[in-house]
């Protein structure tokens, strides 16, 4: 997918953002496919090598993109079957969706069309619409620097995206920022083009006592209140500059 943002101008470090849009994102996928890698590496720009299973976390980061103030919250999921309510409830908490897999684990790819499945059943039986609109989704195939360790194909990749029609970005969390950042512009895009393009009463704003139970970590704080262990002391220390 193309966006008409430029990189290196419309994502950078800034203060608070009192009247700026606020995008919600849920990070779904298995175990260790990354998804912890790429919201860290999205908001500090790097990659730490070893964290914690995930214990589930709403990173807020405030940026500009496209000329747009915007605070992101990005909720980081823990990889691991759990209650059919409480996953319901993060879907109906986001705007959009990032999913990812491991290109080097057949299962996480497997499980991409159930969780794509997921997201849209939920965000259709609660709409008020007849015909509503799937939820912006983007689909992550990580881990492409680990080639020769690689069991998904990039023309299974596109086999996937093709039968559900939506935006596959291949990326390594690892070697490289921009694409990782690409992500999130994109869905930022397409998140944006929706919000304008249906009703706010359509939208979902509420929020559970579940998700206010979750962890928040502003990306302006240090890191270590919320009990999370990263194998680095002090969040600002890896803000962009
Ligand atoms: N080689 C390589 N390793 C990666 C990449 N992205 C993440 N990893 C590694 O994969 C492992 C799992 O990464 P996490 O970010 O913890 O994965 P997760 O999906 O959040 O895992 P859970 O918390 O269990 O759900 C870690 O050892 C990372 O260093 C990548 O692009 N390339």
Redesign the pocket.
């Known amino acids: 997918m193309t966006t008409n943002f430029g990189l290196s101008r419309t994502l950078r470090r800034t203060g608070s953002f009192p009247s700026a849009r606020t995008v919600r994102i849920v990070i779904l996928?298995?175990?260790?496919?990354?998804?912890?890698?790429?919201a860290?590496r999205f908001i500090t720009k790097r990659?730490?090598?070893?964290?914690d299973?995930?214990l589930e976390t709403i990173y807020r980061h405030e940026v500009t993109m496209g000329g747009d103030a915007v605070n992101f919250e990005i909720l980081?999921?823990?990889?691991?079957e759990e209650d059919a309510l409480l996953i319901e409830e993060k879907i109906k908490w986001a705007d959009g969706f990032v999913i990812?897999y491991?290109v080097t684990d057949r299962c996480s790819f497997d499980e991409v069309m159930r969780l794509c499945f997921l997201v849209n059943h939920i965000h259709t039986a609660g709409s008020r619409r007849n015909c509503p609109e799937p939820p912006p989704m983007i689909i992550v195939a990580?881990?492409?620097?680990?080639e020769f360790d690689r069991m998904v194909s990039v023309q299974d990749g596109e086999s996937l995206r093709r039968s559900l029609k939506l935006p596959l970005h291949e990326?390594?969390?690892?070697?490289g920022w921009e694409e990782t950042a690409g992500v999130f512009q994109a869905l930022y895009a397409d998140i944006v083009q929706q919000m304008d393009s249906s009703p706010p009463s359509f939208r979902r704003r509420a929020v559970s006592r579940l998700m206010e139970k979750i962890p928040r970590i502003h990306s302006n704080s240090a890191l270590g209140s919320t009990g999370r262990s990263f194998s680095f002391s002090s969040f600002r220390d890896l803000l962009p500059d």
């Open positions: 996928g298995q175990g260790a496919v990354g998804k912890t890698a790429l860290v990659f730490i090598g070893d964290y299973p995930t980081d999921t823990a990889g691991q990812v491991s990580n881990k492409k620097d680990l990326v390594s969390v690892r070697d």
